[in-house]
């Protein structure tokens, strides 16, 4: 790219967890001209380079729709994901795999230069909870038993033709760990632990004990060092896939850290058990699956982001989970519809 180019930039699921993020960081940056954010519902956040306009993947008849949106962008980025109903995988995968088919048709028929697709850890094969990490050359065939994680690593393979057979655009796979702030706290709390779970709750005295188990080894990334990194993408001639996570790996010692808790051993077995029971009683919002999933996750080498775009978080995966749990307890939130504050509901 030109440096002295200035990019229209198209960004699915602008209004989410990520997407607020990058387009405030795109609005900081000189070489891009302007932004569209697209969304289910349009927002009412006022940036100066974004417009706004409402498109819903899930819907095949909004595919001429994407087409008009995305016929004259220098590059798409593609963060919009749907994690709920999470009783009805039918429902997600008409959302997440079909939806991103129709924009990867539409980024194709219109030869945009540029696609960054938001790709997770959870994309990839059960791996080494320790060590120094794996690469992005590690498998990227998910876990088979929970939703989210067969979609991300669906993506990967439908990516793989993409890149096949439309050289001329530059693909770039983001593939984060935990993404967290303090404004997307409220919408995580209802997806994770359901809209009637109190942010209260999350208070030391209310939560003495921590289980511990080996498995319980996960990486974190404050939103906004995610969204730099989709940034660097943009303006760097990179292609393929960058994992990106901060340290230090998160485990039951530093979450009962920042809860002022007690870590207690408990076999994985049986806090899966609880899990599965609660979630066919339906008193748990997350299904057994999902717990599965966090228990196989690899940890993550990160030298590639740090040597080829030149990334460093900002912010420790202590200070992010913080930011997080403040949140959660404040009722954090922003000014768009998926983001939207409150202790309950």
């Known amino acids: ?27 900081r940056e000189p070489r891009i001209a302007s932004v569209l954010g697209l969304a289910r519902r349009r927002p009412g956040l006022v940036l100066e380079k974004t417009e706004w306009a409402e ?75 320790n060590g120094p990490g794996v690469s992005e050359s590690w498998p990227t065939h998910g876990w088979p038993g929970a939703a989210y994680t067969r979609e991300k690593a669906y993506l990967e393979r439908v990516l793989d033709t993409f890149e096949r057979d439309h050289p001329q655009t530059r693909v770039v796979r983001m593939r984060p760990g935990f ?17 009637f779970f109190p942010g209260a709750l999350l208070r030391p005295e209310l939560l003495p004990l921590i ?45 009962a850290g920042l809860l002022g808790s007690r870590a207690v051993r408990l076999p994985a077995g049986a806090l899966r058990g609880a899990l599965a029971g609660a979630w066919r009683l339906r008193l748990a919002a997350t299904p057994p699956g999902l717990f599965d999933a966090l228990t196989r996750l690899p ?12 990334w460093e978080p900002s912010t420790t995966s202590l200070e992010a989970l913080g930011a997080f749990l403040r949140g959660v307890r404040a009722g954090g939130g922003d000014a768009t519809a998926p983001l939207a504050g409150g202790r309950f509901g």
């Open 55 to 129: 498109a819903d993947l899930s819907m095949e008849r909004d595919a001429p729709r994407l087409a008009r949106y995305v016929e004259d962008a220098d590059a798409v980025v593609h963060l919009a994901w749907a994690f709920r109903p999470t009783r009805d995988p039918a429902e997600t995968w008409r959302t997440n795999v079909l939806g991103s088919l129709r924009l990867f048709d539409a980024v194709a028929a219109a030869r945009v230069p540029v696609l960054v697709h938001a790709s997770s850890v959870g994309a990839y094969s059960p791996g080494p909870k």
């Open 299 to 310: 940890v993550l080498s990160t030298e590639r982001a740090r040597r080829e775009l030149g």
């Open 179 to 195: 993404l967290f702030k303090a404004e997307a706290a409220s919408e995580q709390r209802r997806i994770f632990a359901g809209r």
């Open 211 to 255: 289980p511990a188990f080996p498995e319980l080894r996960f990486q974190v990334l404050h939103t906004d060092d995610a969204a730099d990194a989709c940034r660097r993408a943009l303006l760097r001639e990179v292609r393929g896939a960058f994992n990106l996570a901060a340290d230090p790996v998160i485990d039951a010692t530093a979450l």
């Open 1 to 27: 790219m030109n440096p002295s180019e200035r990019l229209k930039v198209v960004v699915t699921g602008a209004t989410g967890n990520v997407g607020t993020s990058l387009v405030r960081a795109l609005e």
